[in-house]
């Protein structure tokens, strides 16, 4: 079980759209539509931001959406704005009742 | 909405074992809609899943920890825990309480986190 891939870092301008990319294998992300994702502020514990590859809880802007293309699953963030600047994680099923993370990415907005 | 709470040693020796606990409110640990589960950040790192105990009290843990780790649950405490043995530097890490909706794959509700340091 390896960690999924992610850029460690991408930026943006405030308004702009972004996406981060994360790439498993067809043992995790390209075989199940379970992947989420999780926004980590400095100093704070990570908070979901999408599920189940493009649904988002209650509260999350739509400016947050996901989708998946075989084995990666991106998230877009439309409107860059200064808040969304922050730690990104993407996370996978993988089988077996278990779960693996990406190595995150760090989201600048310039 | 279910809040949960970490509590433990922040500070334990190599080869010892490190012993957490998170401590639910808003919600019962017995209830079969949640299942609960703990996550680790090392310092400036990514995330790493390490478990998770179904309500049927089934568990599942990351391969790469197996071995020395054991999930349990207390409903009389309504709290859930996290041993991991032989612990090493690397180990060090904060240590996150999480749930799992039943059914499903993902962390709705985190607790604040703990650091837990490896040194002698």
């Known amino acids: 079980q390896s960690a999924l891939t992610q850029p460690a870092s991408v930026s943006g301008s405030p308004g702009q759209s972004i996406t981060i990319s994360c790439t498993g294998t067809?043992?995790?992300?390209?075989?199940?539509?379970?992947v989420s994702w999780y926004q980590q502020h400095p100093g704070k514990a990570p908070k979901l931001i999408i599920y189940?590859?493009?649904k988002r809880p209650s509260g999350v802007s739509d400016r947050f959406s996901g989708s998946k293309s075989g084995n990666t699953a991106s998230l877009t963030i439309s409107g860059l704005q200064t808040e969304d600047e922050a730690e990104y994680y993407c996370?996978?099923?993988?089988?077996?009742?278990?779960?693996?993370f990406g190595g995150g990415t760090k989201l600048t907005v310039l | 909405q279910l809040q949960l709470q970490e509590s433990g040693p922040g500070l334990v020796k190599p080869s010892e074992t490190l012993s957490l606990a998170c401590a639910v409110s808003g919600g019962s640990v017995s209830t079969s809609s949640f299942h609960w589960g703990w996550i680790r950040q090392p310092p400036g790192k990514g995330l790493e899943w390490i478990g998770t105990i179904f309500y049927t009290g089934n568990t599942s843990y990351n391969p790469s920890l197996k071995s020395r780790v054991t999930i349990s649950v207390d409903t009389s405490k309504n709290q859930f825990f996290l041993r991991l043995s032989s612990v090493t530097a690397a180990d060090t890490a904060i240590y996150y309480c999480v749930t799992q909706q039943l059914a499903t794959y993902y962390f709705q509700y985190w607790g604040q986190g703990t650091l837990v340091t490896v040194s002698s």
């Open positions: 067809s043992s995790d992300v390209g075989s199940y539509n379970l």
């Open positions: 996370c996978s099923y993988a089988g077996s009742s278990t779960l693996v």
């Open positions: 189940e590859v493009k």
